[in-house]
């Protein structure tokens, strides 16, 4: 039977499924926080070894294959997730969730270079953990809005990294390893079970 | 107390309108076929239900052509936007008169 209760579920869901990419995987966030929490060890293993001359290569090449594995499971995950929500993964509302997660990931990134560039890596992590957190609450408009939340998490996180520096790697292996894990079991939890 | 079913439109009593007006709240337009994969609906009848709400200057349909296709793209209008929001306040009130 209709009611106005029912009424208002169908309409808060067709509001949701026509605006909204839903089908993003929490345990896709579990798994980048794996992957970035092994990065971080094998990182920290390079750091002891790297002289102050020597090149940054090694540290690059961890940085870009977690980024990959993460990205290349958050794609496989949230396609199973989305044919079983039939949901298309790509689609104006996947698109525009990309982008708008991508813009303060990109500002973020090129700003990251020219500081490398200039040889000054202080400010590294705290970069990172800052727009990356910007990045989700700008795309979390998009898609389920709890990535909201971890977007102020990530924040936080990186102001306080600013404030005590000398810590870079730790803060890095809570931003992005501790918290995706946590927060990628509790959406999990959430949305898909 | 007021009465929360003065605010109700029969324009939207319709399940099919009532997922037209829901999904062009959040989006400022789509087209024909975006709204039928959403809605789930037949051609048909989403045509008849969006031209119903066209003809009470709830909703705004567009004709174009795209390259060589015809496109149709629905928006809401500013009456149908304040109108849906009045019929959305009045559901609540009801659901919380009558838990």
Sequence with gaps: MRTAETDLQEIK?????????????????????????????????????????????PLVITAVSVLTASIITAIFLTTRNARRKNQKIW??????????????????GLFLLILIGQQQFELVVPIMLIFYGLGLI???????????????????????????????????????????????????????? | MKNPIKGLHKEFENRIKLGIMS?????????????????EVTDGNLASHAAALEKKNMIRITKKFIGKKPNTS???????????????????ALLKNNP
């Design chain 1, 13 to 57: 869901k067709l509001m949701e499924r026509s605006s909204r990419f839903i089908s993003l995987s929490g345990l896709s966030g579990v798994f980048a926080g794996i992957y970035a929490l092994i990065g971080a060890w094998v990182a920290h293993l390079q750091l002891l070894r790297i002289e102050s001359s020597d090149s940054l290569l």
């Design chain 1, 91 to 108: 689609d104006k509302l996947s698109q525009r969730l990309l982008w708008n997660l991508s813009i303060p990931l990109l500002a973020g």
């Design chain 1, 138 to 193: 700008n795309g979390s408009k998009y898609t389920l809005d709890d990535i909201r939340y971890l977007g102020y998490l990530e924040i936080i996180l990186g102001l306080m990294a600013t404030w005590f520096q000398g810590y870079g790697l730790i803060w890095w292996a809570l931003g992005f390893g501790l918290l995706h894990i946590v927060y990628g079991t509790w959406m999990y939890w959430k949305h898909e079970r």
């Design chain 2, 23 to 39: 999904v062009l709240m959040v989006n400022d337009t789509l087209d024909f076929n975006e709204i039928k994969e959403v809605l």
């Design chain 2, 74 to 92: 629905y928006a809401a209008t500013d009456h149908g936007r304040q109108s849906f929001t009045e019929h959305l306040a009045a559901l609540e």
